[in-house]
Each structure stands twice: as structure tokens, then as C-alpha cells.
């Protein structure tokens, strides 16, 4: 059993930056792919991005790419993901996830274990 705790999260202004962080304890931290996915009101869950076990992977929604950037520090047990140049759009509650090693990362019903979330605002 995997317990994932986030952090970080707040209010910004469009264009600033915010760096969550997601601390995990039980199971073996490094036998997991881990992922940030959110969700904003009224919208379904979607998947952010995620990291392979090793950290030598790693996989981003296309609206993100460029501005986040998903590490993991297996030593430590924890997984960040900095987010820079922020959009209104990107409001919502983040979620910080584990899942096996196979199986899609993009695929939110993989993961097997949840973050109780962190608010994430931006503001035009």
C-alpha cells in the first residue's frame, strides 16, 4: 500500500510559476511509474504527466509540454512536477498517482493509488 501526500499548490497570476510536490511512504517507491493528473470543475479527470520507474521517461499532455516538468527523486520518495508560464486553464485540482510499470501512463484508470489533491489557481 502506496501513501501519497501533495503539496505546493495555491493562487497565481497568469505567467508565474508553482512547483507541487507529491511525498510518498509504504511500498517500494521505485517499482512504481508515477503520474500529476487533474481535474477542474465539471470536467472529467484528465492525466498531466508522468514518469517511469527509473525516471529515464517521461510523458506530458500535449498543452503542458514545454511549461511542466515532471522528476522524481527515488532516494527521497518523492515526485515533483514545476509548472512555469501558468494559464488560466490550467486551474484545477492536482493529483499526484502511482501506477505498475506496464500499462499507459495517459491512461488514468491505471493508477492504483491517489494524492488527496492540491488546488491549483491561476488567474487572468
Known amino acids: 500500500q502506496v501513501q501519497l501526500v501533495e503539496s505546493g499548490g495555491g493562487l497565481v497570476q497568469a505567467g508565474d510559476s508553482l512547483r507541487l510536490s507529491c511525498a510518498a511512504s509504504g511500498g517500494i517507491f521505485s517499482t512504481y511509474n508515477l503520474g500529476w493528473l487533474r481535474q477542474a470543475p465539471g470536467k472529467d479527470r484528465e492525466f498531466v504527466a508522468a514518469i517511469n520507474w527509473s525516471g529515464s521517461s517521461t510523458d506530458y499532455l500535449d498543452s503542458v509540454k514545454g511549461r511542466f516538468t515532471i522528476s522524481r527523486d527515488n532516494a527521497k520518495n518523492t515526485v515533483n512536477l514545476q509548472m512555469n508560464s501558468l494559464k488560466p486553464d490550467d486551474t484545477a485540482v492536482y493529483y499526484c498517482?502511482?501506477?505498475?510499470?506496464?500499462?499507459?501512463?495517459?491512461?488514468?484508470?491505471?493508477?492504483?493509488?491517489w494524492g488527496q489533491g492540491t488546488q491549483v489557481t491561476v488567474s487572468s
Open positions: 498517482a502511482a501506477k505498475p510499470r506496464f500499462g499507459s501512463n495517459y491512461d488514468r484508470t491505471r493508477y492504483d493509488y
